[in-house]
């Protein structure tokens, strides 16, 4: 593992809790974030015998990036690798969504994952070496009814992917994303069944798309394994974009 030390936002659960699981495993000490699980941290940062520790974040609060990352360098030792992967859904028609719900959605999704960005690359520039790894959706690249404020919040992080890249890689960073494609988690628990089967149907792998999966092509991706590759964004969603 190239990145020693690696946050992860949104470590708790889900997506980011396999994250989590996959770097220890590789043999990264990890520090992860939660805004509304406390406990699920914690079970988390316990089970990983002090290589984990787990911090508060509000994506929402404009300070506190920076703050986070010198009480994870205190704790850890200089993150080396960051995952963006803490967001929130507000779904509805575009034509009734809320002018707060839609500022909400980008400004956690999308504005949060810039701040932890911003918060961690003046490290990684000065010691020349880091990697960055954007959890997307497949929102961004097909059409979901209302997921708009969602699809736009990951589409715009993709266009940051790229970008950041072409910035930061002869300073020795690299930047790339995941796309996913439907994951059963706790944060789509609440999307309809018909809505979930139509997002599975495409699906060339009957297996889907399970957490752990996606979090292989994260670790893949900051690890040395993958020193060539930076601005790219990699689907893993059992083929249902092919």
Known sequence: MSASVVLVTGGGRGIGRAVVEALLAEGARV???????????????????????????????????????????????????????????????????????????????????????????????ARRRGAIVNVASLSALRGVAGQSAYAAAKAGLLGMTRSLAREVGRRGVRVNAVVPGFVATAMTADVPEATARALRSMECLPRGVEPADVAAAVAFLLSDRAAAITGEALVVDAGASV
């Open 31 to 125: 520090a992860l974030t939660w805004h509304a699980d406390e406990a699920a941290a914690r079970a988390v940062e316990e089970a990983a015998g002090g290589r984990a520790r787990a911090f508060p974040l509000d994506l929402a609060d404009r300070r506190r990036p920076e703050a986070l990352v010198e009480e994870v360098e205190a704790a850890l030792g200089p993150p080396s690798g960051l995952v963006n992967n803490a967001g929130v859904r507000r779904e509805s028609l575009l034509a009734l969504t809320r002018d707060a719900d839609w500022e909400a959605v980008l400004d956690v999704d999308l504005g949060g994952a810039f701040r932890c960005c911003r918060a961690v690359l003046r490290g990684m520039v």
